[in-house]
């Protein structure tokens, strides 16, 4: 073949081709497209042909998920194996021995329950197991309310607050709370666990700052951990400690988006029963420019002059903090929680606070037995007088224990009992909570109530000291209480003397 | 450990850095509720509403008077990019309360699919922005200084969704704030 065939061939090629090309629909306007767009200029036309080649190939790629497989492929074989392995548990596991034991522990109460109840073992006892502390279960006026409230509304409301759940009655008790407190509104929970664990998440979101008491109840821990914020503790009522996280908060996230933070504390702390040091923790907030939660289910109908909590307490102004959180299931008798504060606080909450928005509302006679509660509170300040000076000779007679002491405030009516660590260190005790129990068994054979505090270790942030936790009540008079003293205190002697010392 | 891989992070002066992966807990309220931020995307209405936009800022454009045929196409491919830049690239999180704000560090493009690269929607909202450059560049009869405004405005919307700088970050060093 001659090179003049090749070129003739080569030509006839390129014509057909052009002539193929011509054939194709809208072929002009790509070849004019082409034509217009080249205007002498290689290096754009290469670039905006490379760009199109690009586009092309990721249209062509195919999908792939960048997230990591964190599964095992299994074969039909492998599945049916491992079904054929399977035992179901059953639904309900049997106790072990302990769970049986602690189960067989409960005393029941028969009749109505109050400062002196009889158990169902036919044992007439003094209560220093229930909150009861101004012994408002046997007052006749809050009885008659809610007869009355029942007859008028029924026993429950079965929807929401904001969906028919609120009535007149659950308004009142808003009101009645915010006039009580002196801040300008209040809002009503459905359960008083709920009401701290649903008041944080609503206002803090993740990447929020939580700056907590360690001694914090369980139901605070729970409502940090559904907040999703980053949380720093403090050590139990340690201001400078607070100080110290604060200052390192305040390093630690310079420079960063400002985030909401708060601090979160308890007024009377549930697990220790001693009162948070108020004043300093409103200063180092203003300093440091957080807002304050403070959960005063155990303060407020407990300490102060007629039981307004914390603030009375220090004769702090109530406004000054910023959310305050309280249990109408304590002292108040009643059912459910509130949140106190200003009317942005409360405003956000109805739409913002879980367990307001999704839970039923709290049945109408609770809320106003509550509102009942809080005018008899106000009106008798000698219930609060006398409820300290229960508590205070309840100290003295137990202060002489040489096995036990109070973490608890001298004028708490909510007292913790612990074991001493040169007890622990010398009696061969192996169990502490057995041990508490051993005594708790004992007082109620001689005729006092008692309870260990209870909890689960394993829902805990921090480990609870085991210990007793009594509470004082206005409805036995200071003899009474004295005389349950005595019994506490002999029964720890008692079951102390049995546990054997450790020989060294 | 996490710490140590933070201080170290940090201490680097890389302006290019990498979003950390989701925590077990972000992971599980990420998976709570679908992501009604990113999921309209898929709708035929969200595709078609592009046109709609082009097409209504062009005739917005020419509208206005003294704007050549040649401004009036790049402004509105600038006035596109800058827009679907804001809107995919530079605001992150989700503007509703409901994943308890697991999704606050990633921008739309990354919730899109769940992160997944090459789906149709994402190939769809990558061939906009090159189609409407080719557009431009070619009713601006290749003037140089419109063709690399386009060009640039075009590349600023194209590398940030190309899966090679998926949850990537360019910080720009801020001399101030740096602590000790």
Known sequence: MSLHDTLVYINTTVESISAQFNRIPGSAIILRYVRSSYQNDPVRSLLEFCLFLFAVRYFLASKYSV??????????????????????EPLVVSLDDAAKAEIEKIPVIVGQTGPKVKLATGKAVMNLASPNMLNL?????????????????GVGVCGPSGFYGYQEVHIEAEK?????????????????FNTISATIPAFAKRGDIIVADSACGIAIC???????????????????????????VQKEFKGQPLTRRFIVSEGLFENVGDICDLPRIIELKAKYKYRLI?????????????????????GIDPNKIDMIIGSMANTMVAGGGFCAGSEYVVKHQRINGNAYVFSAALPGYLAKTASTALGIMATSPEMFTQLKQNARAFRDVINKSQYVYSPSDPESPLIHLRLKSEVLETRKIEDENRFLQDVVDECINNGVLVSRNKYVQSQEVFPVLPSLKLQVTTG???????????VVKAAISKIMAKTPKIKR | MVANKEERRRRSSSIISHVQPETIEEQIDQAALPNLNANWVHNKGAWVIHFVLIAGLKIFYDLLPGVSQELSWTLTNISYVVGSYLMFHYVTGIPFEFNAGAYDNLNMWEQIDNGDQYTPTKKFLLGVPIGLFLISTHYTHYDLGMFVLNCIACM??????LPSSHRMRLTVPDVLSSSS
């Open chain 2, 156 to 161: 600023c919307v194209v590398i940030p969704k």
């Open chain 1, 137 to 153: 279960v046997s007052n006749e006026q809050m009885k008659k309310d809610a007869v009355s409230t029942i007859r008028e509304y």
């Open chain 1, 222 to 248: 729970k409502g940090i951990t559904i907040s999703r914020s980053t949380v720093r503790w403090f050590e139990h009522n340690d201001m400078e400690d607070l100080e110290r996280v604060l200052a390192s």
């Open chain 1, 67 to 88: 997230a990591k497989k964190d599964f095992v492929k299994l074969s039909t074989k492998e599945v049916d194996e491992l079904i054929d392995d399977w035992t179901p």
């Open chain 1, 176 to 192: 009645a709370i915010a006039n009580f407190l002196g801040v300008p509104a209040a809002l009503l929970y459905a359960q008083a």
């Open chain 1, 476 to 486: 036995l008079t200071k003899k009474e209480t004295e005389k349950a003293a005595m």
């Open chain 1, 294 to 314: 403070l959960d005063e289910s155990y303060s407020i109908g407990v300490i102060g002059k007629v039981g307004r909590g914390t603030s009375e307490y220090f």
